[in-house]
């Protein structure tokens, strides 16, 4: 996905071409490694358990980007985000508690 993406965009980004500065790299090393460490990590809990137990704290990273996005750009979500985050939480929600039951009937 990144590749293509970075070679769709680099014909629109090569006439604006403006470099970097010394912050704005450090910054992007700075997501990169965090980027890169979470996978890490939730790829780890994949390991160690069932996908099914896992999968609702995958979600969590719409609250975090929520959070981030107030914190450092004060981004106001509207009404329609908060009903798309209730709609996404929800589902997930759901889906966790069958697959739960799901599993725990199959253990009996």
């Not at 990169?32 to 069932?50: D, E, M, R």
């Not at 798309?84 to 599993?103: D, H, P």
């Amino acid at each position: 996905f990144s590749t293509f993406s970075s070679l769709v965009c680099l014909p629109l980004m090569i006439p604006e071409f403006t470099p970097m500065s010394t912050y704005q790299i450090i910054m992007l090393l700075c997501a990169g490694v965090s980027a890169t460490l979470g996978q890490f990590f939730v790829t780890s809990a994949y390991f160690h358990a069932p996908a099914n137990e896992i999968s609702i704290f995958d979600y969590t990273a719409l609250l975090f980007s929520t959070l981030w996005g107030f914190i450092f750009f004060k981004q106001i979500p509207d009404i329609l985000s908060f009903l798309g985050y209730a709609i996404i939480f929800g589902a997930a929600f759901y889906n966790f508690k069958r697959k739960l039951k799901e599993s725990e009937k199959s253990k009996a």
